[in-house]
């Protein structure tokens, strides 16, 4: 099914967690071409089953016998779905793609994490592979939009913590701050539990492309948040939020997601 694929991984991640960079330096060591190649399902082509075009995607996107992808978990249960659509007795990813193995990434500093996405979204900017800097002040300070990427970043957490928990997996994780803070001995842990460098190579390649795009500006909006987080239920607190406090509570507390 799989041509001169022999071993295979999914990095499970949240958004602003690292993963462009973590894939760019598997890329670079031989290890497959890990994108989000299932942020969109496959497209079957000229008539032929769905089935084809997943197997299609994956032998096109593998590198040197070793397919990657990064999945968020909404992705993954998209995907899933089709699966199990497609392939009678269909389970896990585990028992189609040859040797696989996941990967969990997970960011400590999930506020830094809940900013990071607030600033992406204004901005438009993902990633920053350039040597420019990144203009301070880019983003006006919204403390619900910040609330409202926390809790999507928190509930994508625990969504791959429960399919872990559901399915048996014991995914090898890696911890943003950790890994790069430390990476001459993570890079080599995580090629390790790969089953190592592809035939022929024989040195770590540990460069990396993008930049960090936290900046003071970051840390400040941080310490603003959780500022504002800490006086949640204070009447000053809401006076000083207005309507929009009003608004988040009546979504929450009077349910008018349902309206």
Known sequence: MFANITRSYTIAFTVRSGSNAI?????????????????????????QPWLDAFVRLINEH????????????????RLDERLRAAIPGYRLLDDL???????????????????????AEHSGRWAQTESADIASGDYEYDFFHVLSRL?????????????FQQHGIEPFVMVYEDFF??????????????????PGRTALDIRQSYKIQRDETSYALRQRFISDLSRIGEDSFAQEMGEPN????????????RS
């Open 23 to 47: 894939c760019d330096l598997l890329a670079r060591n031989g290890l497959g071409a890990p994108s989000e190649w299932f942020q969109q399902p496959p497209t079957a082509q000229d008539g």
């Open 62 to 77: 593998q590198a040197e016998g070793t397919f990657g992808s990064k999945m968020m978990h909404d992705h993954r249960a």
């Open 97 to 119: 793609l040859p040797f696989h193995r996941w990967l969990r990434l997970v960011r400590k500093d999930k506020a830094l994490q809940a900013i990071s996405l607030c600033r």
């Open 151 to 163: 809790m999507i970043i928190q509930g994508a957490e625990f969504a791959w913590e429960l399919y």
């Open 181 to 198: 803070q430390d990476l001459d001995r993570q890079l080599p842990r995580l090629i390790d539990y790969l089953g190592g460098l592809p």
């Open 246 to 257: 009003q608004r988040w509570e009546r979504f929450f507390f009077d349910r008018q997601w």
